[in-house]
């Protein structure tokens, strides 16, 4: 069983640096990669995504602010920032769609993140 593997998150400043990575725990195919975040009682939400080929997708709340960027050769993907806010205190979740014996899409745990002002 295929298991994403979060680290990187705990407290950080405003206009600190934060910087959450995702690996999977064995070497599968990866499409489309992506972050997402969840408050509690509300759903969870993309944050950005980024596909195999590299194209980026950004919810509006984060965009020109934070970074997603995988590299396919080592399997990992990297969401990061140089200006959270005290508004991204959520815990946020990695998921990509892979393929092990067959195409599925995998999260990790969750990892909290705390920004404070």
């Known amino acids: 069983q295929v298991q994403l593997v979060e680290s990187g998150g705990g407290s950080v400043q405003a206009g600190g640096s934060l910087r959450l990575s995702c690996i999977p725990s064995?070497?599968?195919?990866?499409?489309?990669t992506a972050w997402y975040h969840q408050a509690p009682g509300r759903q969870r939400e993309l944050v950005a995504s980024?596909?195999?080929?590299?194209?980026?997708v950004y919810a509006d709340a984060v965009k020109g602010r934070y970074t997603i960027d995988r590299d396919n050769a080592k399997n990992t993907m990297t969401l990061q920032t140089d200006q959270p806010k005290p508004e991204d205190t959520d815990v946020y979740y990695c998921?990509?769609?892979?393929?092990?014996?067959?195409?599925?899409?995998?999260w990790g745990q969750g990892t909290q993140v705390t920004v404070s002002s």
């Open positions: 998921t990509s769609h892979g393929w092990d014996d067959a195409w599925e899409d995998y």
């Open positions: 064995k070497t599968i195919a990866i499409n489309t």
């Open positions: 980024i596909t195999s080929g590299g194209d980026t």
